[in-house]
């Protein structure tokens, strides 16, 4: 079964880095579990520092409402089903594309936000590490979980 641990996480912002990279940008990169929770966040240099709360944003709305936030935007449209859905919870949710949650087996565990460039760009960036957790899928080896207990304690691998 997979879950989004740390360790994935890191794999899967190394992989988003790498595109934005490729494309040229400085991106502020977040993601977030089944629960919306920040897990890891990535703020490439010279990356936007107004980016981060976006990048945070992004991954928070698409695990919230388990959908893209591209998807959103085209609902959230002036006449669209969901117009007006960015002005509650506090304006947290972002209807701008870039945030793209992980499926395993049509179950939501997490979700990622990207903030750097235009939409589109965005979009790309993060497909980018969605594509990366597809191949870790298909695998069929999931990275170990590891948990640290206090300062000197050694890194323990459970299956």
Do not use: Y
Not at 38 to 66: C, P, Y
């Amino acid at each position: 079964m997979f879950k989004l641990t740390l360790e994935l996480a890191k794999q899967l912002l190394e992989a988003a880095e790498q595109k934005a990279r490729q494309m040229k940008l400085a991106c502020d990169i977040a993601i977030v579990d089944e629960g919306a929770n920040l897990v890891a966040f990535h703020r490439m240099d010279n990356a936007r520092i107004g980016d981060i709360e976006v990048a945070q944003s992004k991954a928070w709305t698409s695990a919230a409402l388990k959908m893209p936030t591209e998807q959103l935007a085209k609902l959230a449209a002036p006449g669209g089903e969901a117009f007006g859905i960015n002005s509650i919870n506090q304006g947290k949710i972002t209807i701008l594309g870039g945030g793209i949650p992980f499926v395993v087996e049509d179950r939501m565990i997490g979700a990622i936000g990207v903030s750097g460039g235009v939409s589109a760009q965005d979009i790309e960036v993060a497909k980018s590490a969605v594509q990366a957790f597809e191949n870790l899928k298909l695998s069929g080896s999931p990275p170990p979980v590891r948990a640290r207990i206090g300062s000197n304690a050694a890194d323990w691998t459970f299956p």
